[in-house]
């Protein structure tokens, strides 16, 4: 015997913003972003987000050490990689500064890992060819141009012959 399903309920702001919280953490600006696009006004979804700030569940500023913790390890990305992540996610300047300055490690030791760890895919290829490549790839990263070049040398181990 089927029985007869009756239409969804529309969902209500907080039942949108926990479904949405849910998939994975998001950002104050992002998720009232996301709100506003579902057609929630934005009164409603201002007192929505202070509510979830309240009670913990929007947290600019641990979102943004996770979101960069993630990049930084395990995506081998640099500074410039990060800040245009947490930018891209809504992330308050304030909030990414205060981030970045808590960071650890530093940038060109990041750097030389990942140029090391990429260079074994390079064995094959000429030195200047495996040289180029990998300057590239950390450039993609969000390295800076002295850092990218300097890891590849390093990692490659050309002895100066590229600095």
């Known amino acids: 015997m089927a029985t007869k399903r009756s239409a969804k309920a529309p969902l209500d702001c907080h039942e ?8 994975r953490p998001r950002s104050r600006r992002e998720l009232g972003s996301r709100l506003r696009l579902a057609g929630f006004e934005a009164g409603e979804v ?19 050490r996770e979101l960069a913790d993630h990049h930084l390890k395990v995506r081998g990305s640099g500074r410039r990689a990060v800040v245009g992540a947490l930018a891209s996610k809504g992330v308050s300047r304030e909030t990414i500064e205060e981030t970045l300055a808590g960071l650890e490690g530093d940038e060109s030791e990041r750097a ?52």
């Open 16 to 23: 949108r913003a926990l479904r949405l919280l849910a998939v």
């Open 46 to 64: 201002s007192s929505e987000l202070d509510r979830l700030e309240e009670v913990g569940l929007i947290d600019d500023g641990a979102f943004a």
């Open 112 to 163: 030389l890992e990942v140029a090391r760890d990429r260079a074994r895919r390079l064995t094959s290829l000429r030195p200047e060819v495996a040289y180029g490549r990998l300057v590239s790839f950390l450039a993609r990263r969000g390295y800076d141009g002295g850092t990218s070049r300097e890891a590849a040398r390093v990692a490659l181990d050309l002895d100066g012959r590229h600095a």
